[in-house]
């Protein structure tokens, strides 16, 4: 996996052929090489289910501004909690999205949860700070294929320094008074999730086990 072949264009012209998709099939942990997946997948299987997962790929155009888009979603959440009557909505994130949420204000969150974020803010950072004085619960969610990742492909260390990175974050968060849980599905006993958890077979077991985490904050 390399830069150039995620970005659509080269020297500001557009490149020839069709940049990304098996990158992010091998990078994302769905299998080495499309259409195979790895042993236990519950990514769909069938030519369909291949079909609509390439049709979701967005090629890197360009930056964006994470404050205007923090800010954008500071006015979303206050808007969701006048419209339920004042209650707080649980933020959910993913991916990339997440460094836009752990920008946003959370004075209008009950909960954040990152669905694996490519890195935990730094611990004593800004985003750090900013989150601990919300007084929020922060849980941080990751699938398979990343401690038993193949070792010879890149992308299986970015993944384990990815986990790494909410684990310090949550332990110096509940250190310092927070409260911030980071959940390894393989460690639940649910097996054979990607980048993309919520789209895949077992999706129902991922939302119960989420939602039991919630009620037991009383959300």
Known sequence: MTSDALDAKDGGKSKDYMPGDQAWYTHFRIGRVAPETYEDSQFPAGDRAQDQFFRQMTPNTGSFDVKVNADALTHVLKDARSMAGGKKAVFIAHSQGCTVAVNTSMEDAAALV?????????????????????KIPVIFYYGDYIANGPKDIDS???????????????????????????????????????????????NDQVADSLISRLNAKGL
């Open 156 to 202: 299986t260390k970015f993944w384990q320094e990815s986990l790494a990175s909410a684990r310090a974050f949550a332990k110096a968060f509940n250190d310092q008074g927070g409260d911030a849980q980071v959940v390894s599905l393989p460690d639940e006993g649910i097996h054979g999730n990607s980048h993309f958890m919520f789209e895949e077979k077992n």
């Open 114 to 134: 990152l669905i694996e974020p490519g890195r935990a803010p730094a611990v004593d950072s800004e985003q750090f700070k900013a989150l601990l004085a919300s």
